[in-house]
């Protein structure tokens, strides 16, 4: 039997794509509007509207936000040419939220124009800094396991969108894929269920954000039993800081679903397969759903529901509830 995917798709995309943790749990749900709003504005190349939109998500967070908003709100301003604001998201990022990606930042074209200016290098050389005291207490030789797994997990999975479309669901290069999958993932989930029964689950300051992150994805990329048996390590490591509430709620829904309960976040969708379209799975208390996103760190259901080609608003009833969550 094929594993679930549906939701798993974007996740690996998603995760890949981050190089530092985001911690967004308790933002209001306001703050999240303004972050799609900043990244869509980013997506049209109206820089400097970008960072404004940033800028008004960090306010109504009363100065929060995640690392990667800040990271994202630095490169619009470095982008409309406004150095002062790139500064001071980078400043942020760096002192208050320990970040330490010196290469990514080498690396990041929107962040040229900053190269330059003579805040660059000091900032660069904090970055080294925070590099050098986070791995000072890594487990490496878990590090350089675990990231081992985390290609293993992902490589096949980036695979699947791609495999589909040029030979279909129902192709023996599917089928091949799979398998590969199937046989990689037994494999990783081996390996991390003995980290976790020897170790616990280990937070980002012992295995690293890539280390941590994929200690989740075997085990949300596991047979329904593993999960199970690993949340309640799970639920315990987000509230000890060492792993993170957006993830743990997309193992909540899955597990809620899979015992024949209703999923409390919505990040699980199903596949129509005639039409092809995706649909969220039966959603608890669906008014106030965006409500416990936020709690988790997750953006609205409408912008998530976008990625999926989908196009949602929350049923009436829950406008007065946001309105409150807003205040």
């Not at 048996?229 to 597990?255: I, T």
Request: glycine residues 6%; aromatic residues 10%.
């Amino acid at each position: 039997m094929r594993p679930n995917c549906t939701k798993l798709i974007i996740a690996c995309v998603s995760f890949l794509a981050l190089s530092f943790t985001a911690k967004a749990q308790g933002l209001p749900v306001q703050y999240f509007r303004y972050i799609h709003k900043g990244d869509s504005l980013y997506q049209a190349k109206n820089y400097q509207a970008s960072g404004m939109a940033y800028a008004s998500a960090f306010k109504v967070a009363k100065g929060k936000g995640t690392a990667n908003d800040r990271y994202d709100a630095a490169c619009s301003w470095a982008a409309a040419n406004v150095p002062d604001s790139a500064f001071a998201s980078l400043d942020y990022l760096v002192k208050k939220l320990d970040y330490s990606n010196s290469k990514q930042l080498f690396q990041e074209r929107d962040l040229m124009s900053l190269f330059n200016d003579k805040r660059w290098l000091p900032l660069l050389q904090r970055v080294s800094g925070n590099r050098i005291v986070a791995e000072a207490g890594y487990n490496m030789p878990l590090v350089k396991d675990l990231d081992t797994i985390h290609y293993d997990d992902q490589f096949y999975r980036l695979q699947i969108d791609s495999v589909q479309k040029k030979y279909g669901s129902s192709s023996k290069e599917m089928d091949a894929l799979w398998k590969v999958m199937a046989d990689k993932d037994s494999v990783n989930l081996i390996k991390v269920k003995a980290i976790l029964d020897n170790y616990g689950w280990l937070g980002a300051d012992a295995v690293g954000p890539v280390g941590n992150m994929t200690l989740y994805l075997v085990i949300q990329h596991a047979d329904k039993d593993t999960r199970v048996k690993y949340l309640p390590m799970m639920r315990d490591a987000v509230k000890e800081g060492r792993a993170e509430a957006s993830d743990l709620a997309l193992m909540e829904d899955r597990v809620a679903l899979e015992a024949g309960k209703k999923q409390l976040y919505g990040s699980q969708l199903a596949q129509d397969t005639k039409t092809g379209k995706y649909y969220f799975r039966p959603i608890e208390d669906e008014p106030n759903v965006d409500i416990r996103r936020a709690s988790m760190g997750l953006e609205p259901l409408e912008y998530y529901a976008q990625q999926w080609g989908m196009v949602y608003k929350l049923p009436k009833a829950a406008v007065s509830e946001v309105h409150k969550a807003k205040k």
